[in-house]
């Protein structure tokens, strides 16, 4: 079982930033394929970033060179670095963790954090 705990999110201005931050309980995260996922009000849920257990990442083309993701597998945590923000990224921040075993499969998602850009 792997509990996934978002926080950072919040109310900024358009063009500020946010760092959010996914800690996951257990002692396999580092194996872990970590994502961010958002869902704007009234929209579906998308996938805004990947990072691999390995490191290689993967965005959106909405947040390409906006937003960065990263990984501490000594802390267990994923972050996701938002810069110039926008209305548009006005959405709950979703971290998702996923990978498999030859024992076992793995999907969780965290509780979300609101992000809200306005001014």
């Known amino acids: 079982q792997v509990q996934l705990v978002e926080s950072g999110g919040g109310l900024v201005q358009p063009g500020g930033s946010l760092r959010l931050s996914c800690v996951a309980s257990?002692?396999?995260?580092?194996?872990?394929?970590m994502s961010w996922h958002r869902q704007p009000p009234g929209k579906q849920r998308e996938l805004v970033a990947t990072?691999?257990?390995?490191?290689?990442?993967n965005y959106a083309d909405s947040v390409k060179g906006r937003f960065t993701i990263s990984r501490d597998n000594t802390k267990n945590t994923v972050y996701l670095l938002m810069n110039s923000l926008k209305p548009g990224d006005t959405a709950v921040y979703y971290c998702?963790?996923?990978?498999?075993?030859?024992?076992?499969?793995?999907?969780?998602w965290g509780q979300g954090t609101q992000v809200t850009v306005s001014s």
């Open positions: 998702n963790a996923a990978g498999s075993t030859v024992d076992a499969s793995y999907d969780y």
């Open positions: 257990g002692s396999i995260f580092s194996i872990l394929r």
């Open positions: 990072i691999s257990s390995g490191g290689t990442t």
